[in-house]
């Protein structure tokens, strides 16, 4: 099923006529009037719980959406991906990241091949070698254990098990202190590695092609570091290893071969995390922790490959937000969680929306006509109240919410958590209801104000509300919550992808920026000024190398 007829399908033209009927309806209203609402347009999937009752949508909105799912053949796609057709079509590849989390008993074929094998051996290798870095079997070249562990990578590489390591910290039991190191920028690497004692540290290197540019010039970098700080060549192999399909290139960095660890075409590097690229979380929070992670995103895979549409969490929350990006004109949606262990999310979903559903071309070709992906944004708890909410509040631009909010906290401390939790809940709701000028009139007399000073200061205290929110909560943040959320958003895009037409799982305009990159890099270390590039380009490299003559 492809985009290029979406916008002429019934369900799309009774989406629109729907759409007119209700934009001038408010929810307080709704909300008034249906005291079974929050009920209603309520979720529960693998341990969470999904509010959308702060939706401008009715049961005939959701009913309409539904349709279109079905018009769009979005269960019939979802089996196409989970059976591993090759959906990703640029590349001709499956999109089989969940075989990676598969506990049950099913096969997962790749060209007439199960690849369960082969998945759950890779688990039993990491399994092996986190028991020997954990329990100090392998040691560094002095023979002192492990104390630092440095995870090279980029992309999918890098935020997928950054996320995860900094949600799952209270788990961390090893001792090992974990850092990622993505940015090709000689601060980010000098910053870490001069806490370092390389007699100690275990350096990670992750990149399927063994040939990122950064990734190589940062694992490069640190293998030099290593040899001149007391390493040797043959100390190498007991330093280092690699996540990648480029095994004669890691072998040639050094690496042996009993410590080169797979990646498979079928799973894009923003879906990695559940692969050896989660080395780093695994020896951080232990290989049983890091199976029930696996086992949270088993949980919602499972809920959304067999749950109806109408009680499916990631289904329900992709057409929400189509709803708001091609009737309501919206363009961003923006991600709150309150909790600092989660505080990575908003970076991680900004790649995983963004790299997937960033499209302006269908699968078969077509140049849409409707908008797709939206930009993704956010920050962690009340820090963002106090920067970026007045513009959700009062701005002229209304930006969909997700508040994500576990109810107890792995640190309780007097009444902090109530008060976070409370933070959350209003936000949300000031976001719903806002205050209209009568009662910004009414408020400032309240206080004292006389009726003529109020009514002209009134205008700048109207907040419009009517403005959507979804809040996702649990109990608590941990591995197998953890899991099942990551999951929910894979899902998520992945199901708005189908419903756009568009290939989720390639990246040409990133592939781009690779490619000329390495002209303005060749450029910039030369000595001739070029004239081959655009004006602008030019005239920034002509002012890269005169400020390297004035130092």
């Avoid at 089989?96 to 506990?103: I, S, W």
């Amino acid at each position: 099923m492809t985009g290029a007829s979406l916008t002429r399908t019934t369900a799309w033209n009774a989406l629109a006529q729907h759409y007119q009927d209700i934009q001038g309806q408010h929810m307080r209203d709704w909300f008034a009037t249906d005291a079974n609402r929050f009920e209603r347009f309520h979720l529960q999937a693998a341990g969470l719980n999904l509010d959308y009752s702060k939706n401008r949508i009715t049961a005939e909105t959701m009913k309409l959406l539904q349709q279109l799912a079905r018009a769009r053949d979005l269960p019939g796609q979802i089996d196409s991906m989970f059976s591993g057709e090759a959906i990703n079509r640029s590349e001709k590849r499956p999109v089989l990241h969940t075989a990676l989390r598969n506990f049950g008993n099913r096969e997962v074929l790749v060209d007439g091949v199960d690849v369960m094998p082969e998945v759950r051996h890779t688990m039993q290798r990491m399994e092996e070698f986190c028991w020997k870095i954990r329990r100090n079997q392998w040691r560094g070249f002095n023979n002192q254990p492990f104390t630092d562990v440095v995870s090279i990578g980029i992309g999918g590489s890098f935020l997928g098990p950054k996320l995860a390591s900094s949600s799952l910290k209270p788990y961390w039991d090893s001792g090992l202190n974990i850092h990622y190191l993505a940015n090709i920028d000689g601060t980010h690497i000098t910053e870490i590695l001069k806490r370092l004692n390389p007699a100690t540290t275990l350096f990670i290197v992750q990149s399927k092609s063994f040939g990122t540019q950064e990734t190589l010039k940062n694992a490069l970098a640190c293998r030099e570091w290593f040899l001149n700080n007391g390493g040797t060549e043959a100390d190498l192999p007991k330093h280092f290893t690699a996540v990648s399909s480029n095994v004669a290139k890691a072998l040639e960095f050094g690496i042996a071969e009993e410590n080169i660890f797979p990646m498979w075409d079928w799973v894009g590097g923003r879906y990695s995390l559940w692969s050896a690229i989660g080395l780093p979380l695994a020896l951080a929070i232990g290989i049983d922790n890091f199976r029930d992670m696996l086992r949270g995103a088993y949980d919602m895979d499972e809920h959304f490959r067999s749950a109806p549409i109408e009680q499916n969490m990631p289904i329900t929350m992709a057409l929400l937000g189509l709803w708001y990006v091609n009737f309501f004109g919206v363009n961003s949606h923006a991600i709150l969680p309150y909790d600092h262990y989660l505080r990575s999310l908003p970076a991680h979903l900004q790649q995983l929306d963004m790299e997937s559903n960033g499209k302006s071309v269908t699968i078969d070709g077509y140049q849409v006509d409707y908008h797709t992906g939206p930009v993704i944004w956010g920050g962690v708890g009340t820090n963002g109240q106090h920067a970026f909410h007045q513009l959700l509040h009062q701005g002229t631009h209304f930006s969909p919410c997700d508040f994500i909010m576990p109810m107890c906290s792995h640190n309780p401390i007097d009444n902090f958590h109530a008060m976070l939790v409370s933070n959350c809940l209003s936000q949300s709701q000031a976001l719903l209801q806002g205050k209209s000028e009568e009662e910004a009139v009414a408020e400032l007399m309240a206080a004292g104000m006389s009726k003529a000073e109020a009514i002209v200061t009134a205008p700048q205290k109207v907040i419009p509300g009517n403005r959507p929110s979804n809040t996702l909560y649990f109990p608590k943040s941990k591995p197998h919550t953890v899991g099942a959320l990551i999951a929910l958003y894979e899902h998520k895009v992945a199901a708005q992808g189908f419903l756009w037409g568009v290939n989720s799982f390639d990246q040409w305009g990133v592939e781009l920026g690779k490619q000329l990159g390495s002209k303005v890099l060749s450029a910039l270390e030369g000595e001739d000024i070029p004239q081959h590039f655009d004006g602008s380009t030019n005239g920034l490299v002509r002012a890269f190398h005169d400020m390297q003559n004035l130092l």
